[in-house]
Structures are given as structure tokens and as C-alpha cells.
């Protein structure tokens, strides 16, 4: 039996533990750690952990895992365990397959499932905490600690100047009074903002958790575990799993023409009335502008390898394209599929 990569590195081990605690310390005492530790914490802590489980290993995995875990459990109380039920099983599934050298892309289809599994489970269990309704219990918490915030007003007031909540009331209207501690706003224009903020917030979580689920369960599955896997295999820290070159990633004709199966699925959900049917449509678009978005960013990177960019470039312009322009990848990724400009395809023989 091949020994378990339980401390691949001590010293590295040791970096990517404080870099974990101090990601941990910083969401957990900012200005509203109800929301940045959850909502920050739910795309990082994921990704740091595939790195730390591909050039770590398994001691250090569990341990940074335990300082996140730490501090829900300083922000949330008992509650904040459960992010281990989010953490955990694709953490343990990446771990499994590292050890069992897995073929890569099986790798990335088990986590993903992984992921997928635990994220719906912990949704249908606050989804029945809340008495079937998760997304106005997000917006009451999230107003709970705006309550308690000592600078409410001065952070209302921000949002307000900004345009992100108004008053409705007449321009010059007066919507401040005198406090003991200077200025506050007057009952009925905090009323006027929390049902407003009550709104966004709700809004808000109910597009999270789709995208949770489909795009950024395949990203992470696939970019951030892929990355984890090069930088460990260079670094003769986790094997490779037969990765091949991110430049080379692409989806096999018949896979391609099953994706627009799901763009057709979107359209005709587009026009229905039920909103079970429009979010269906709406997680099959996500998989299907995921997938490409991907196979996009692979043949940007196959370009740019080609003109001898260096890597570093190479992974900013990547990462920025993503961020800032994810529809600009997933047409290059269309481009790259209904052209096979790139002539990694077989091609076909004529008779």
C-alpha cells in the first residue's frame, strides 16, 4: 500500500496554516461578520483548501479546515459547525482521489458531485429551519447585524448617497434627527430602509444559491482544482492524475452538441410562468455558460502560449477575463468548439 501524503511539506504546510488563519481572523472581525465571514468565506475557504489538501496534505487539510470551522463557530455559535458539511466531503473526495491517483477529470466530476451533494443538503436544511423561507431568514439576519452595527447610520448613509436604498421622500425632505450621540435617521426612514435592504438581500440570496450550485461549483471543480493539481505536481507535492495542459482542455463533439440541449432548455423555461421551470432554465444556462466559459479561457491560454507569454501574465489576463468579462470567455469557448481552431479533434476521413 503507497503511503498517505499526510505532511507532504512541513515548512509550506506551516504557510498555507497562517495564511488560513489570518483570512480566518480577518472575516470573522469585520464590520458585519455575519455576512462577510458567509459570504466571503463560502467562495474562499473551498478553494484554499484544495490547494492546501494538493501541497499540504492531509494533516494540514484537517487543520486548516479546523480554523475555518473555528471561526464560524466564533461568529455563529454552534450553528457555525456546519460549514464543515460544506467543506468537507469535496475536500475528503479531492484527498481520496489524490491518494487512489484517479484519473483527473474523474477527479473533478466526483468533487464537483461532492460539492453539489453538500451545498443542497445544507440549503433544504435551513430552507426547513426557516419554515420554507431561507431567503427572508438571510435578509432578517443580515438586518439583525446592521442593527447592532455601532456605525448604522454613517453605513446607511453610504448606501443611501449611493443609490443603493432611497427614502421616498421629496427631494429636501428631512430624514435625520438629534441623538445623544449627534444624528441618527428618523424611525420612519430606517423603516423605508430595511424593508428596502429586506428586499435586495432576499433578492440576493436567492441568485446565490443557483450560481453556488452550477457555476461556481463547476469553476472550482474544474479551475481551482486543476490549479491545485499543476502547482502541487510542479512542486512534487501530489501527483499530476494525468492532468493534461490547461491549454489542451476541450469538450469532445458529442458532449458540445448535448450542451445545447440545455441553451434550448433555457429558452423555452425563458418563457414560462412557472418559476420552477424559469430557475431550472436558468441553472441550465449556468452549466452550459460554464462549461464554455472554461474551454474559452483553455484556448486564450493556448493562444497566448503560443506567442510565449509567460505564465504569470498568462494567469492575470486569464483571471480578469474571467471577473470582468465571463460572457467574452464563454463565446471564445463557443468559437473555439464549432471551429476546432486549435485542431485537437481527430479529423474525419472522407470516403
Not at 270 to 275: D, G, H, L, P, V
Not at 302 to 330: C, D, S
Request: proline share 5%; with cysteine; glycine share 10%.
Amino acid at each position: 500500500m503507497a503511503k498517505l501524503r499526510l505532511l507532504v511539506h512541513p515548512t509550506r504546510s506551516l504557510l498555507l496554516l497562517l495564511l488560513t488563519g489570518f483570512l480566518v481572523f480577518l472575516l470573522a472581525s469585520g464590520a458585519l461578520p455575519g455576512l462577510t465571514y458567509l459570504g466571503v468565506g463560502i467562495i474562499i475557504f473551498p478553494a484554499l483548501l484544495l490547494w492546501v489538501a494538493a501541497l499540504g496534505g492531509i494533516l494540514p487539510s484537517a487543520l486548516a479546515l479546523l480554523l475555518m470551522m473555528l471561526g464560524a463557530l466564533r461568529v455563529y455559535g454552534p450553528d457555525g459547525l456546519l460549514l464543515g458539511v460544506y467543506l468537507a466531503p469535496m475536500n475528503a473526495v479531492f484527498l481520496a482521489c489524490l491518494e487512489r491517483k484517479v484519473p483527473f477529470f474523474r477527479t473533478a466530476a466526483l468533487a464537483f458531485g461532492a460539492f453539489v451533494l453538500s451545498a443542497l443538503f445544507l440549503f433544504l436544511l435551513f430552507q426547513r429551519r426557516s419554515g420554507g423561507d431561507v431567503y427572508g431568514a438571510v435578509a432578517q439576519f443580515a438586518l439583525d447585524g446592521l442593527e447592532g452595527l455601532p456605525s448604522r447610520d454613517s453605513l446607511l448613509y453610504a448606501l443611501w448617497r449611493s443609490g443603493f436604498i432611497s427614502h421616498g421622500r421629496e427631494a429636501g425632505a428631512q430624514v435625520v434627527t438629534e441623538s445623544a450621540g449627534g444624528w441618527t435617521f428618523k424611525p420612519e426612514i430606517l423603516e423605508e430602509f430595511y424593508k428596502q435592504i429586506r428586499v435586495r438581500v432576499s433578492a440576493l440570496a436567492s441568485a446565490l444559491m443557483p450560481g453556488l450550485l452550477t457555476t461556481f461549483g463547476i469553476f472550482l471543480s474544474t479551475l481551482g482544482l486543476g490549479f491545485a493539481v499543476h502547482r502541487g505536481a510542479r512542486r512534487g507535492a501530489c501527483p499530476d492524475l494525468g492532468m493534461p495542459p490547461f491549454s489542451l482542455w476541450h469538450l469532445p463533439r458529442s458532449l458540445g452538441r448535448k450542451l445545447w440541449l440545455l441553451a434550448l432548455g433555457y429558452l423555452l423555461a425563458a418563457f414560462s410562468q412557472n418559476a420552477v421551470l424559469r430557475l431550472a432554465g436558468q441553472m441550465m444556462y449556468n452549466v452550459f455558460f460554464s462549461v464554455y466559459a472554461v474551454q474559452g479561457l483553455a484556448a486564450l491560454d493556448f493562444r497566448m502560449k503560443a506567442r510565449g507569454t509567460r505564465e504569470g501574465v498568462r494567469l492575470l489576463l486569464m483571471a480578469l477575463l474571467l471577473v470582468v468579462l465571463a460572457p467574452a470567455a464563454m463565446l471564445l469557448g463557443l468559437f473555439d468548439q464549432t471551429g476546432d481552431h486549435r485542431r485537437l479533434r481527430p479529423r474525419e476521413t472522407q470516403p
